[in-house]
């Protein structure tokens, strides 16, 4: 019988190589999330789909990152949000994603499609909106350096972006 993974296994897989005070390269970071996007047997246990709200889950937490574990049905989205000054990479694990990304204070929308296997930064400043536009389940993995704090909601008006109240779908 298959249980879940130890902690401490994934912490040894997903090393830091900088000192605890100093946040992790880009470049670092889109390592971690690919080695953990890849290793199936460690997220497949985890895993869940909820109808009701996107399902998300933090896999693992260091001094100075973590990674999250994301699950999205058809339709899930965030909504607009920012990571108050933390700067991330997300790689989609199974199915797809689509992004929208606030240019000029939410005057324009960016949108990007976030294919399997491929990764995203998410900057310290960017405000975006992911969404699984597709028709099937899609999985990504998240890490954040610094670790994810407080995020921040939006919305889009006449007069562009304005902060709004996180809803309950909305993180990440
Ligand atoms: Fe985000």
């Known amino acids: 019988m298959r249980s879940d993974p130890d902690p401490a296994d994934f912490a040894v897989s997903v090393p830091s190589a900088r000192p605890p005070s100093e946040p992790l390269s ?10 953990v996007a890849a290793n199936h047997g460690l997220w ?10 996107r399902w998300h889950q933090r896999l693992h937490s260091a001094a100075d990152y973590d990674v999250w574990l994301e699950s999205w049905l058809p339709g899930q989205d965030t909504g607009w949000h920012d990571h108050a000054g933390t700067s991330g990479v997300l790689v989609v694990a199974r199915g797809e994603l689509e992004e929208r990304v606030s ?11 976030i294919p399997e296997g491929a990764a995203r930064r998410m900057g310290r400043r960017g405000v ?11 999985v990504s993995v998240h ?7 407080a995020t921040r909601g939006y919305k889009i008006g006449a007069m562009g972006l304005m902060r709004s109240p996180w809803n309950a779908s909305s993180q990440n």
Request: net charge positive.
């Open 26 to 35: 880009r470049s670092r970071m889109k390592e971690i999330a690919r080695a």
């Open 143 to 149: 890490v954040y350096s610094p670790p994810l704090g």
């Open 44 to 53: 497949q246990p985890i895993v869940r789909m909820d109808p009701a709200t």
């Open 128 to 138: 975006h909106n992911l969404t699984n536009v597709s028709l099937a389940p899609a």
């Open 103 to 113: 240019v000029l204070n939410g005057v324009l929308t960016q949108v990007r499609h």
